[in-house]
């Protein structure tokens, strides 16, 4: 089965913050990466709204559920109550939890399974109690895999950053291995896998070559990027393809 594409439109949204103007609308351009086939949309909204702001998050869900049913809407975030009272109104398919410091620039690294393992156990019984599909996001270890697991998550989704941006062939063969061998062991823990950060249209086929048992990836920068290029219809048509679609 081919890896499923969600499309992050945060760099989006940040893009449209720059002006008090209303474009590019992030709603337009989740509905043209739908109609173009991917499968879910991503948001990862931040307490300063620097590019996802609580109302988006509420226009994206209508326009999913009305128009797009069987596609996924994800949320990820660092679980505060904030975060987790917004999951349980705007109801999205999946929540990514990520253990961000919120004057991060973007996500970098995974959780600590061992020390959060309390937190993130109490977290995925509340959302799960909602009804979410939970998952947690993971640096490339497969001795992580089990306390994972043991938190409840169904899911976790592993961070590409070092392979996605490493401009050293051996080192990103090194950390391919990484993902690939978390992949399966997360596959025979019984978790399924997600996997985002870094993932353009030159490295994101041999990741799904190596790893075919990813679900799912999430990919926001570098395909916005590759939009100004192609435009968003071809370009999520594009990353499909790398997906193995």
């Known amino acids: 089965m081919p890896t499923h594409l969600s499309v992050n439109v945060n760099a989006i949204a940040q893009l449209r913050n720059r002006r008090n103007l209303p474009w590019p609308s992030v709603v337009g351009l989740a509905r043209i990466a739908l109609q173009a086939g991917a499968a879910g949309i991503t948001v990862h909204p931040r307490p300063d709204e620097r590019h996802i702001r609580r109302g988006d998050v509420f226009a994206l869900v209508a326009m999913i559920r009305n128009e797009f049913p069987k596609a996924e809407f994800n949320i990820e975030g660092y679980p505060d109550e904030r975060f987790l009272a917004l999951c349980e109104e705007a109801k999205p398919d999946q929540v990514t939890l990520v253990p961000d410091?919120?004057?991060?620039?973007?996500?970098?690294?995974?959780?600590?399974?061992?020390?959060?393992?309390?937190?993130?156990?109490?977290?995925?019984?509340?959302?799960?109690?909602?009804?979410?599909?939970?998952?947690?996001?993971?640096?490339?270890?497969?001795?992580?895999?089990?306390?994972?697991?043991?938190?409840?998550?169904?899911?976790?989704?592993?961070?590409?950053?070092?392979?996605?941006?490493?401009?050293?062939?051996?080192?990103?063969?090194?950390?391919?291995?990484?993902?690939?061998?978390?992949?399966?062991?997360?596959?025979?823990?019984?978790?399924?896998?997600?996997?985002?950060?870094?993932?353009?249209?030159?490295?994101?086929?041999?990741?799904?070559?190596?790893?075919?048992?990813?679900?799912?990836?999430?990919?926001?920068?570098?395909?916005?990027?590759?939009?100004?290029?192609?435009?968003?219809?071809?370009?999520?048509?594009?990353?499909?393809?790398?997906?193995?679609?």
């Open 101 to 245: 410091d919120p004057a991060q620039a973007t996500s970098d690294h995974g959780w600590d399974v061992a020390k959060d393992g309390d937190l993130l156990t109490r977290v995925n019984k509340r959302l799960k109690q909602a009804g979410f599909r939970v998952s947690l996001f993971l640096d490339p270890d497969p001795a992580l895999v089990a306390g994972a697991r043991a938190t409840g998550a169904d899911r976790i989704e592993l961070y590409t950053g070092p392979y996605g941006g490493s401009s050293d062939p051996d080192k990103a063969q090194a950390e391919l291995a990484k993902l690939a061998a978390t992949t399966d062991a997360a596959v025979a823990a019984g978790l399924a896998v997600n996997a985002g950060h870094d993932l353009t249209l030159d490295n994101l086929p041999a990741l799904i070559a190596r790893a075919p048992a990813i679900a799912e990836v999430s990919i926001g920068h570098a395909l916005t990027a590759d939009a100004l290029t192609y435009g968003m219809a071809e370009t999520v048509r594009l990353y499909q393809k790398a997906c193995g679609g």
